[in-house]
């Protein structure tokens, strides 16, 4: 048996079903189709990753748990939100760094959707503190910067994007030469593939290769924020 796994077209199905049918009722008369064909899915892949993640970077979690572990839930929080459709149409999984309180930590992520696949690495709209470290290291180590943003296999396979501020923060150099990711509010790397990657046989080598190489970006975050790569 492979120690390699993948996603099956019944995920991609589920999903796209649920996409059409994003209530309650639906969902609970499916929720054995979810369990079987989307959740039990996604933690055979989380289990998978949970060696080969260790190698990549040591510090960083693969927890294949049905709640509280790098799977995100399917359930959306409508709160505060315009959108109340009660259920997310995509698999969210995140391996969060071993340190990590919540999703705007150090983390590696993986999205899977009928329409969207991509792969994630870096800091989703860290916290005000989190931020302004990673600025300070950027006008303190330019060239520990510019490597990471001209690594080879990183811009490769990685493009770095999000929201941006429309001026500079407070006490950074408008002039400076990173100003523009020093706007940054978040700094997370996208890897987008294909929408059939998922169902082939080397969806995970492409996960752990872009991980890899994702490392120069990571390691430069993680010593921003004073947590161990």
């Not at 931020?131 to 290291?137: A, C, D, G, S, V």
């Not at 523009?180 to 998922?198: E, G, M, Y």
């Amino acid at each position: 048996m492979s120690r390699y796994a993948k996603f099956e077209p019944e995920t991609i199905r589920f999903l796209e079903e649920l996409s059409a049918n994003n209530n309650r009722p639906w969902f609970s008369e499916n929720k054995s189709r979810y369990e079987e064909q989307v959740l039990d899915v996604a933690l055979r892949f989380i289990q998978s990753m949970h060696d080969p993640l260790h190698e990549i970077a040591p510090h960083f979690v693969a927890q294949a748990t049905r709640v509280g572990g790098s799977l995100m839930r399917v359930y959306r929080d409508t709160r505060f939100s315009k959108n109340k459709l009660p259920y997310k149409t995509n698999v969210g999984i995140q391996f969060r760094h071993e340190q990590a309180k919540d999703v705007h930590s150090p983390g590696y992520y993986v999205h899977v959707a009928p329409d969207e696949v991509f792969l994630g690495a870096g800091m989703w709209r860290p916290d005000s503190d989190s931020l302004r470290k990673i600025r300070e290291r950027i006008v303190a180590k330019p060239a520990e910067w510019r490597r990471v943003i001209q690594d080879e296999s990183f811009s490769r396979r990685f493009d770095i994007g999000g929201e941006v501020l429309k001026r500079p923060p407070r006490g950074f150099d408008k002039d400076h030469e990173f100003i523009d990711d020093i706007k940054r509010k978040s700094f997370i790397a996208v890897c987008n593939l294909d929408s059939n990657a998922p169902l082939g046989s080397g969806f995970q080598k492409t996960v752990e290769s872009s991980f890899r190489a994702a490392e120069p970006l990571m390691r430069f975050l993680c010593k921003s924020v004073g947590v161990p790569f």
